[in-house]
């Protein structure tokens, strides 16, 4: 069962080790009731258990990416029926980051569908970052890859958060997607990082991976020079019209396993039960709670997607007896 590399791992007061292949695979291999109480240990070391962060995520340029990552609504390669945008308007993103502070976020997570950001973009960019920080919440961007001195110039105007997902393990991710490399991503991470922002870092379970690619992604993660402060764990959304829309759901307990383990190999991060809340029971989200995920995002829709209605989450923290968490 446990075994004194992973012991180890866990102890916040050694310094950091590599997590190696074996380690991570004996974690996702324990009993349920082992994984689940080496979690919440854990999670009880760095965080409060009754905490969780409430995000909204606002779609500010829609559809039209020249990507082709198979998951996803936006893609120009597949036909999903969306319709594409422009860059949103600021008066548009402040009336939103307005409504989801109204509505209890404490972050705001804003993404373009594109392959980059154009320079000329930058400043729009910049003007959105400070007037939602103007009015209290975490600020998160996902626009694509990063030159350095656009990272630069987002971490200036206080951007606190850059999401951009590994997405999967380094052997399938070659299936999902073809445009740009895992190395691409990591290049990006790395200006991200340079540039001072917090990196938010994560991926999508349930795209026919196997658990092996689900423990490479982890690893990838939790062995980066310093692993992603922010970790989101997706259920894959099926998108009619993308080649992953016929998928097979992930099995649940693989799913809570997949937390439990990023909990457990990244003590100290936020880790998010992103997208696929819409899909799950209420029991399945609470062991995801139980596992360690302590943020979620709130609203009736992701980015094109939907998430649950705020009726039936209020009512599932009122039965969980859960606290929105403060930044
Ligand atoms: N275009 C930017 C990029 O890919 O870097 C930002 C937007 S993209 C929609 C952000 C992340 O959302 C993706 O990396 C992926 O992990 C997640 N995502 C996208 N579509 C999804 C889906 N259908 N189900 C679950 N997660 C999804
Ligand atoms: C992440 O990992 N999940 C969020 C956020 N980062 C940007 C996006 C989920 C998108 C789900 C599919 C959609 O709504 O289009
Ligand atoms: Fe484009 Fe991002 Fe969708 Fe990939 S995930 S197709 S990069 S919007």
Same mark, same amino acid.
């Given at each position: 069962?446990?075994?004194?590399?992973?012991?180890?791992?866990?102890?916040?007061?050694?310094?950091?080790?590599?997590?190696?292949?074996?380690?991570?695979? /004996?974690?996702?291999? =324990?009993? %349920?009731?082992?994984?689940?109480?080496? +979690?919440?240990?854990?999670?009880?070391?760095? %965080?409060?258990?009754?905490?969780?962060? $409430? #995000?909204?995520?606002?779609?500010?340029?829609?559809?039209?990416?020249?990507?082709?990552?198979?998951?996803?609504?936006?893609?120009?390669?597949?036909?999903?029926?969306?319709?594409?945008?422009? !860059?949103?308007?600021?008066?548009?993103?402040?009336?939103? +980051?307005?409504?989801?502070? @109204?509505?209890?976020?404490?972050?705001?997570?804003?993404?373009? /569908?594109?392959?980059?950001?154009?320079?000329?973009?930058?400043?729009? !960019?910049?003007?959105?970052?400070?007037?939602?920080?103007? $009015?209290?919440?975490?600020?998160?961007?996902?626009? *694509?890859?990063?030159?350095?001195?656009?990272?630069?110039?987002?971490?200036?105007?206080?951007?606190?958060?850059?999401?951009?997902?590994?997405?999967?393990?380094?052997?399938?991710?070659?299936?999902?997607?073809?445009?740009?490399?895992?190395?691409?991503?990591?290049?990006?991470?790395?200006?991200?990082?340079?540039?001072?922002?917090?990196?938010?870092?994560?991926?999508?379970?349930? $795209?026919?991976?196997?658990? &092996?690619?689900?423990? *490479?992604?982890?690893?990838?993660?939790?062995? !980066?020079?310093?692993?992603?402060? #922010?970790?989101?764990?997706? /259920? =894959? $959304?099926?998108?009619? *019209?993308?080649? =992953?829309?016929?998928?097979?759901?992930?099995? #649940?307990?693989?799913?809570?396993?997949?937390?439990?383990?990023?909990?457990?190999?990244?003590?100290?991060?936020?880790?998010?039960?992103?997208?696929?809340?819409?899909?799950?029971?209420?029991?399945?989200?609470?062991?995801?709670?139980?596992?360690? +995920?302590?943020?979620?995002?709130?609203?009736?829709?992701?980015?094109?997607?939907?998430?649950?209605?705020?009726?039936?989450? &209020? @009512? !599932?923290? +009122?039965?969980?007896?859960?606290?929105?968490?403060?930044?």
């Amino acid at each position: 069962m446990t075994t004194t590399t992973l012991d180890r791992r866990t102890k916040p007061s050694e310094a950091k080790q590599a997590w190696t292949y074996d380690a991570a695979r /004996a974690l996702f291999e =324990l009993p %349920f009731a082992d994984l689940i109480f080496r +979690a919440q240990t854990v999670h009880r070391m760095h %965080f409060d258990p009754n905490e969780v962060q $409430m #995000s909204t995520l606002l779609s500010i340029k829609t559809g039209g990416c020249p990507e082709d990552c198979g998951y996803c609504s936006q893609s120009a390669k597949f036909e999903t029926g969306l319709k594409a945008s422009k !860059l949103m308007a600021l008066e548009e993103v402040k009336t939103a +980051a307005a409504h989801a502070k @109204a509505g209890g976020a404490s972050r705001f997570c804003m993404g373009a /569908a594109w392959r980059e950001p154009k320079d000329r973009d930058i400043d729009t !960019l910049v003007h959105m970052i400070s007037e939602v920080k103007a $009015m209290g919440m975490e600020t998160c961007m996902t626009l *694509g890859m990063l030159t350095k001195t656009q990272a630069s110039r987002l971490a200036e105007a206080g951007l606190d958060y850059y999401n951009h997902n590994i997405d999967t393990g380094p052997e399938y991710y070659g299936k999902v997607i073809t445009t740009r490399t895992m190395q691409d991503r990591l290049d990006t991470l790395e200006n991200v990082r340079e540039a001072g922002m917090a990196v938010c870092c994560g991926g999508i379970i349930g $795209m026919g991976e196997e658990r &092996d690619d689900r423990i *490479g992604m982890l690893l990838t993660l939790a062995n !980066l020079p310093t692993p992603p402060e #922010s970790v989101p764990i997706n /259920a =894959l $959304m099926k998108v009619k *019209g993308t080649p =992953l829309g016929e998928s097979a759901s992930i099995e #649940s307990f693989e799913f809570i396993r997949t937390i439990a383990s990023a909990r457990i190999m990244m003590p100290t991060s936020v880790v998010r039960l992103s997208a696929g809340r819409e899909n799950m029971s209420e029991e399945t989200q609470s062991l995801c709670f139980l596992a360690g +995920a302590n943020s979620i995002f709130i609203g009736p829709k992701l980015l094109t997607t939907k998430n649950p209605a705020k009726e039936k989450d &209020d @009512a !599932l923290w +009122a039965k969980l007896g859960i606290r929105p968490m403060d930044v």
